[in-house]
T-cell receptor, first 114, second 110 residues
Framework: GAGVSQTPSNKVTEKGKYVELRCDPI?????LYWYRQSLGQGPEFLIY????????DSGLPNDRFFAVRPEGSVSTLKIQRTERGDSAVYLC????????????FGPGTRLTVL | RKEVEQDPGPFNVPEGATVAFNCTYS??????FFWYRQDCRKEPKLLMS???SGNEDGRFTAQLNRASQYISLLIRDSKLSDSATYLC???????????FGTGTLLAVQP
């Protein structure tokens, strides 16, 4: 079956611009996670959705970052006033439920802020 | 101090070698433990879960020591295809978010 998909695969933007990154989880998965991976580091947790609600947004670095999942399926990560330090691979993962289930990762969106 | 600490490597080993990776974690309340594998410019994929009793999957053996907050992965008879970054992962908090180490790069040489 289809795995987690993310679009775009690559995004190049200029400092100060707004970007949206999209994640399509595996059908039927209620839990959705966003992570950010900088070069040479492991992925870092950003936000977790259970259904439509953000159950844990403690990893969002500041108020420039926001994510939504209005219908409990597709999620969009939104970054306002991008900075060069936002350059990273943004990974989305989904699992059947939130607790103790394997998380399946998408291929990521590589964001470059010039 | 990072929540999950790993030796970043790289570990360069010949085919057929046995290699061991270690990691430590700081939160004694962590409930679940994993090793993920990440190929270059790809997403992480679950390699295996780690249990206190130890678990084995073919050439791979994982071990957890809760008292020492220490996790290990042993790879026997290394193959070229084992070349990748191995990420030590623990869960944190009530929402099962994954907390990753920086990863250990393994390069198996012919």
């Amino acid at each position: 079956g289809a795995g987690v998909s993310q679009t775009p695969s690559n995004k190049v933007t200029e400092k100060g611009k707004y970007v949206e990154l999209r994640c399509d989880p595996i059908s039927g998965h209620t839990a959705l996670y966003w992570y950010r991976q900088s070069l040479g580091q492991g992925p870092e947790f950003l936000i977790y959705f259970q259904g439509t609600g953000a159950a844990d947004d403690s990893g969002l670095p500041n108020d420039r970052f926001f994510a939504v999942r209005p219908e409990g399926s597709v999620s969009t990560l939104k970054i306002q006033r991008t900075e060069r330090g936002d350059s990273a691979v943004y990974l989305c993962a989904s699992s059947p439920q939130g607790f103790y289930n394997e998380q399946f990762f998408g291929p990521g969106t590589r964001l470059t802020v010039l | 101090r990072k929540e999950v600490e790993q030796d970043p490597g790289p570990f360069n080993v010949p085919e057929g070698a046995t290699v061991a990776f270690n990691c430590t974690y700081s939160n004694s309340a962590s409930q679940s433990f994993f090793w993920y594998r990440q190929d270059c410019r790809k997403e992480p994929k679950l390699l295996m879960s780690v249990y206190s009793s130890g678990n084995e999957d073919g050439r791979f053996t994982a071990q957890l020591n809760r008292a020492s907050q220490y996790i290990s992965l042993l790879i026997r008879d290394s193959k070229l295809s084992d070349s990748a970054t191995y990420l030590c992962v623990v869960t944190g908090g009530a929402t099962n978010k994954l907390i990753f180490g920086t990863g250990t790069l393994l390069a198996v040489q012919p």
